[in-house]
T-cell receptor, first 113, second 115 residues
Framework: LAKTTQPISMDSYEGQEVNITCSHNNIATNDYITWYQQFPSQGPRFIIQ???TKVTNEVASLFIPADRKSSTLSLPRVSLSDTAVYYCLVGDMYDFGNEKLTFGTGTRLTIIP | GAVVSQHPSWVICKSGTSVKIECRSL??????MFWYRQFPKQSLMLMAT?????????EQGVEKDKFLINHASLTLSTLTVTSAHPEDSSFYIC???????????FGSGTRLTVV
């Protein structure tokens, strides 16, 4: 399983765009990248998933460079409710539903009013 | 979207007693479910993989006789913490994946406090 490395914490002001980068240097060909958000005393919640280039949904964008050794989660115009821990995970797309997800430290994002 | 229902959301028990936590996949079947434990300010740590109709597989260092897992149907997995001790106090979370959805769906978690 590819190990991931993220900044431990980040602060940002409301209304700004926040970019959180994750390193996964030993990502395998079959691996895809997923980001989760976790609020205190709740289970993680799926945000976005991708394999390469750029993926966008209603809450975030995910940028993955050609070498796939890193990925960047972009949150547009953050609000106080975006204060949470964000986890980047790597999983085997051919092991669907059975892959053991390994959570790294995550990034504790604090939004400042 | 896919929903995983986890109960109870919190429980307080006396040392030496057992506690059962349920995890149900709603509107989808899950042959595999995962159980995690999370201590304050720490990341999620995988405890075991729950397999429908067969024995669970446990991660290194997790006592299978202490954390009993039963996955009797395609929508229900249970984790029983036997002879609980204060050091078992933690946040327990289950997850499963709906083939029709994106990513894994996690339960809301169970806060276990052993006194």
């Amino acid at each position: 399983l590819a190990k991931t490395t993220q900044p431990i914490s980040m602060d940002s002001y409301e209304g700004q765009e926040v970019n959180i980068t994750c390193s996964h240097n030993n990502i395998a060909t079959n691996d895809y990248i997923t980001w989760y958000q976790q609020f205190p005393s709740q289970g993680p919640r799926f945000i976005i998933q991708g394999y390469k280039t750029k993926v966008t949904n209603e809450v975030a964008s995910l940028f993955i460079p050609a070498d796939r050794k890193s990925s960047t989660l972009s949150l547009p115009r953050v609000s106080l409710s975006d204060t949470a821990v964000y986890y980047c995970l790597v999983g085997d797309m051919y092991d669907f539903g059975n892959e053991k997800l390994t959570f790294g430290t995550g990034t504790r994002l604090t939004i400042i009013p | 979207g896919a929903v995983v229902s986890q109960h109870p959301s919190w429980v307080i028990c006396k040392s030496g007693t057992s506690v059962k936590i349920e995890c149900r996949s709603l509107d989808f079947q899950a042959t595999t479910m995962f159980w995690y434990r999370q201590f304050p300010k720490q990341s999620l740590m995988l405890m075991a993989t729950s397999n429908e109709g067969s024995k669970a597989t446990y991660e290194q260092g997790v006592e299978k006789d202490k954390f009993l897992i039963n996955h009797a149907s395609l929508t229900l997995s249970t984790l029983t913490v036997t002879s609980a001790h204060p050091e078992d106090s933690s946040f327990y979370i289950c997850s499963a994946r709906d083939r029709q959805g994106d990513g894994y769906t996690f339960g809301s978690g169970t806060r276990l406090t052993v006194v």
